[in-house]
């Protein structure tokens, strides 16, 4: 059974940093390419980054780069995402899903884990 498990989450200030994880099992990881999406309330799933297999790749959601990264550690099946100088607009429901290639389309992606909240107060 293939789970991926987000944490991490939480409430933070704006200008704050938040570091999520996501641990994967029940597949080879090294495998996967993976990737992080949101969704805020009313909003559509976003696409905010992505990584290949290897990690020597990282692609990155409009207004993303600079401000949010993605690494991978294939010895403990988790990726990371961390992200720096949030804003409020970043509040959203983080999902990590894993995929036969790092893509910016959510569809493209054959697992997903249930997500963790962040919120990022004025």
């Known amino acids: 059974q293939v789970q991926l498990v987000e944490s991490g989450g939480g409430l933070v200030q704006a200008g704050d940093s938040l570091r999520l994880s996501c641990a994967v099992s029940?597949?080879?990881?090294?495998?996967?390419?993976m990737g992080w999406f949101r969704q805020a309330p009313g909003n559509e799933r976003e696409f905010v980054v992505a990584?290949?297999?290897?990690?020597?790749?990282?692609y990155f959601g409009d207004s993303k780069k600079g401000r949010f990264t993605m690494s991978r550690d294939n010895a403990k099946n988790t990726v990371y995402l961390q992200m720096n100088r949030l804003k409020p607009e970043d509040t959203a429901v983080y999902y990590c899903?894993?995929?036969?290639?790092?893509?910016?389309?959510?569809?493209?992606?054959?697992?997903w884990g249930q997500g963790t909240q962040v919120t990022v107060s004025s």
């Open positions: 899903t894993a995929g036969q290639g790092a893509s910016t389309r959510w569809a493209r992606y054959d697992y």
């Open positions: 029940g597949l080879t990881f090294s495998n996967y390419a």
């Open positions: 990584i290949t297999w290897s990690g020597n790749s990282v």
